[in-house]
């Protein structure tokens, strides 16, 4: 990435403004010997602002950046000689959105590590497979997780909330440093069709990534930021990076309940909330406050942003909806701001500075403008593989998504949807997200699904199913005409189905397994 418009960002930005001399050299010197991993953050950040408050959870607890680092130091300590971790071994981390997250993530990377990130989500079948495959040597989870911890092998260290208190209260003096090996941050994919997958998340060698985001995204320095995403998910953590990155204040709650997240926002007076589109979808469900909080950036991402959701939301809190699209494998793609959802609320957008992006056909050709194909994706992010060893498919450089989408003679990204949902309908490709993004436009409709189900004369059909909004009635037969008017005949669904929420992950994907088990 070109200097100048490295530095032209974090000029913009607010990072390079200049500050006390020995803090400003104390906030190099860490970044030089800790790397640019999430301690290494932390750490530069303490250096600069050690006053500042860092995180804010929901009983009102604050800790600053310094107070943060120093427990984070204790547990990395207390891990290292109560509990034998070491370089190379793994710490798993089963917690929701609070600082406890963040120290043990912190602590591990500390020691040489790896962090892996699990998903709140899991069962206890689930838990103990990951346990096994990912060689867990540790488990710090929330108390609410013990029910779940049963079948894991009893050399597996497990550490609760208290107990990661006492380790904290009864760490030793001792010095720490750089550990020869650097820790890794292993992101558990969704899992919405089988069991995770570990993904090792590479560290950042730079300012790079941070301005790849934040040209796009207007954040600045010392922002006030809620993070509702889970930040055990790619777009959470990433979110917990920039924000450490500019020493931000970070407000964290539990569990994301919307009267709640809103009355936070307008409390902490927050300039920023990341968030996954159900979570927007949900904020709109309950009255605005009044006065409305001061938001100048709404960044969601982690799945499909529904159709008229953006111009929705931002007719009422105002233009600050931008929508990064990306996933596990290849963190980030594109990004759409608020003109590029106003202009075409479906849109992915565009690629930031340093990204490349190519629609390709099973050929590994580039496919003409408008013409849907298989998305690839090149940047200095690109995860590192997954730990059992499988790879992604590669070309000249890029990594296959798994999705397939389109550019338009503007230069806008449309994702249509995973290749292994698109469905076949008497010979015809159909994508489920066409579908999906016409049906949300009903005015009665809260969200839609929609999945291929067997069909004996067209292989598969669509079967829809929609969530209304409290007091609404739909008929089945109205849908499919509202449909008909539209869409080709094959993007009809052949069953309506009315439920009252649609099945999901911790992180608002629609779980479609779950759907299809309405058909037996």
Known sequence: MDLPFVVATLTRRGLLTPGRPIRVASQLQALRKWGWSLAGELRQAAARDPGRVAVIDEQGAELTYQQLLDRAERLARAMRTGLGVQAGDRVGVLCRNHHGLIEAVVAATVLGADAVLVNSGLSAAQLATV????????????????????GLPAEVHRVDERGLEELIAGALPGDLQPPERDGRTIVLTSGTTGAPKGARRPTPHGFGPLVSIIDRIPLHTRDTVLIAAPLFHTWGYAALQVAFALRATIVLHRRFEPAATLAALVAHQCQALFAVPVMVQRLLDVPPPDPRPPLKVVAVSGSALPGGLAPRFMDVYGDVVYNLYGSTEVSWASIAGPADLREAPTTAGRPPHGTRLE???????????GRVGRIFVGNEMLFEGYTSGARRETHDGLLDTGDLGRINADGLLFVDGRADDMIVSGGENVFP????????????????????????????????????????????????????????????????????????????????????????
Not at 360 to 368: E, I, R, S, T
Not at 447 to 461: L, T
Not at 475 to 480: F, G, K, S
């Open 433 to 520: 997200s066409e579908v999906e993004d016409l049906l949300a436009r009903l005015p009665q409709v809260r969200e839609a699904a929609v999945i291929g189900v067997p069909d004996p004369e067209y292989g598969q059909r669509l079967a829809a199913f929609l969530g209304l909004h409290p007091g609404e009635v739909l008929d089945p037969e109205a849908v499919r005409e509202y449909v008909r008017h539209y869409l080709a005949r094959f993007s009809v669904p052949r069953d309506v189905i009315f439920v009252k929420y649609l099945p999901r992950n911790a992180t608002g994907k629609v779980l479609s397994r779950e759907l299809r088990r309405y058909y037996g």
């Open 359 to 369: 629609i390709l056909d099973d050929d590994g050709q580039p496919v003409p403008d």
């Open 131 to 150: 346990t096994e495959e990912q060689r867990l040597r540790v488990l710090v989870h929330d108390d609410e997780f013990a029910d779940r911890l049963l």
